[in-house]
């Protein structure tokens, strides 16, 4: 349950300069906090390797402060923790949780046509399970023999080992039973090159930090059932959650990096002031 001074995050992804939509997010729940006399802690989630820049992580901190936000204690990035996520699921897979996939996306893009489609979760097609039931002593091989491969979680097997109903509760709205299963199927937890999923990174990190109130954008709504029972598989407390709607441009698109959505720096240089920019981000002073 959320303790009477909320401690909530704000942890966004360094692939881009911080824009309109994220800066909403990052206000709700900085204001959530302050306005409790609670924390507001700062994740820079950059675990994606490929696309993550310090200079983009370096840019969204002088945005933020910018803007007039504040954040307690030292920023987390995700980038010097991969260790601590690779102890975590060892233990998942000493559980007989956790099993490699071999699987490329050209390969489960045949087998789903071949099947004439598969069930769809929340991150589009489910995997049809072409690597569950490789047996053991091929999978050991395969992975000492540097075969590429993906770690997955067996879904069913994890659900088998969690008594009761995972139960949540979205502030507003009230408590449900997460059912991760028909949502994400055996849902990838690492890949060689990201040591750690979004999903098992930011479950972990909510944990470890002592996140008690979770704030983000309703596209993230279904996360809760996957992220409710990794908290539950690990021991883990359980937030409560408040997703928001997303800031939306005049013609209802939503805001984001990859659709080109305002930049706060580009704002910034066209003579914006700080407290025009947080009103055109949903928050006028």
């Known amino acids: 349950m959320e303790s009477a001074t909320p401690v909530t995050r704000f942890a ?24 409790a006399g609670g924390r507001f802690l700062l994740r820079i989630e950059d675990i994606d390797r490929t696309r993550c820049r ?23 990035m995700q980038s010097a923790h991969f260790a601590e996520y690779g102890a975590v699921l060892s233990r998942l897979s000493a559980r007989g ?9 050209a390969d489960i893009a045949r087998e789903i046509e071949a099947a004439g489609g598969a069930p769809h979760g929340a991150d589009g097609p489910l995997y049809p399970g072409l690597c569950r039931n490789i047996p053991e002593t091929e999978r050991q091989a395969r992975v000492a ?9 067996d879904i069913a097997r ?35 090159d990201t040591p750690a999923s979004y999903h098992f990174a930011v479950t ?18 279904p996360a809760v059932h996957l992220h409710r029972l990794l908290q539950a598989l690990m021991g883990w407390p359980v937030p409560r ?38 009103a055109m981000a949903g928050f006028p002073d």
Request: aromatic share 6%.
């Open 12 to 35: 966004p992804s360094p692939t881009g300069r911080l824009h309109l939509g994220s800066a909403h997010s990052a206000l709700f729940a900085w204001r959530l906090a302050r306005e």
């Open 54 to 76: 310090t200079e983009y992580a370096l840019a969204i901190l002088d945005d933020l402060a910018w803007l007039g936000l504040d954040w307690d204690g030292e920023v987390r």
């Open 97 to 105: 949780l956790l099993y490699p996939c071999f699987c490329t996306r």
């Open 145 to 153: 023999a540097g075969e590429p491969h993906a770690v997955r979680l």
């Open 158 to 192: 994890a659900m088998a080992g969690v008594p009761g109903p995972l139960m949540c509760e979205e502030v507003g709205e009230g408590t449900f039973a997460a059912n991760p299963a028909p949502l994400f199927g055996d849902v990838v937890l690492a890949r060689k």
């Open 204 to 221: 972990h990190d909510d944990a470890l930090q002592g996140i008690t109130l979770v704030t983000r954008g309703d596209d993230l709504k």
């Open 241 to 278: 959650w408040r997703h928001h709607p997303l800031l939306r441009g005049p013609g209802g698109a939503r805001l984001a990096k990859r659709d080109g959505a305002a930049g706060i720096a580009a704002l910034r240089t066209a003579g914006r002031s700080a407290a025009e920019v947080r």
